[in-house]
């Protein structure tokens, strides 16, 4: 045998798995026929979850259609994503709680009062016929601390309407959202440049 008819052997062997793969591929794909709104959590203790976030809502931008950001917990702070979104000002509404981190305003009260207002906030959005995407970012803090009740909170995601995305960040997501979820992605911190004394910096962490 000539290397030439090895070498079209070995081509026509290939084209032939591909294709049985492609097979298999295109059947699955044609098997999902589901088209529904999801609630998707991006939670664990590596770095992401709110970027991975910006990045859904970047892709729902880019589709034109409307989409809205409710940050819980942080809020003082200014973040890059928050002026790149402004060039998107007829599609993108934006809504900071307004207070600081809990361990920087030491104040409990004031804590769940802004996270009632941020939590009030988010469902009035949700009530927008016209938007495709919520993102509760850092919503699962609001939860840890007890600041918003689990059960209330992931009633009135299961009632939203039908076709709305709706995105949740925060470490330490609670059993009752997990469950009521149908996208779960724990970001690991498998290596974090915060530990080799390296600081938050500009475009990276805000
Ligand atoms: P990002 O906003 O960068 O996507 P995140 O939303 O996954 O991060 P948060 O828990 O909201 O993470 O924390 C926000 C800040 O903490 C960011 O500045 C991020 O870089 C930093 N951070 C995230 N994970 C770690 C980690 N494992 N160790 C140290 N700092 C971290
Ligand atoms: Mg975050």
């Not at 802004?114 to 609001?142: F, K, N």
Request: glycine share 6%; net charge neutral; hydrophobic share 45%.
């Amino acid at each position: 045998m000539t290397e030439q008819s090895d070498h079209s052997d070995a081509n026509a062997a290939w084209a032939a798995k591909m294709a049985r793969r492609k097979a298999v591929q295109d059947a699955e794909v044609a098997s999902k026929t589901i088209e529904k709104g999801l609630l998707m959590v991006h939670t664990g203790p590596g770095k992401g979850k709110t970027t991975a976030a910006m990045g859904l809502a970047l892709r729902m931008l880019g589709r034109e259609r409307p989409v809205a950001v409710v940050q819980f917990i942080k809020g003082a702070w200014s973040t890059g994503e928050r002026f790149a979104f402004q060039r998107f000002d007829d599609l993108l509404t934006w809504h900071s709680m307004g207070e600081g981190f809990t361990w920087e305003t030491q104040d409990r009260a004031r804590d769940i009062a802004a996270c009632r207002r941020a939590w009030d906030e988010a469902l009035a959005q949700m009530a927008r016929p016209d938007l495709s995407m919520l993102i509760l970012d850092e919503l699962c803090i609001a939860l840890r601390y007890d600041y918003l009740s689990a059960d209330e909170v992931v009633a009135a995601l299961q009632a939203r309407r039908a076709d709305l995305h709706v995105v949740v960040t925060g470490r330490n997501a609670p059993p009752a959202l997990l469950e009521a979820a149908d996208l779960i992605t724990e970001m690991q911190a498998t290596r974090h440049p915060f530990k080799a004394g390296v600081k938050a910096q500009e475009g990276i962490e805000f």
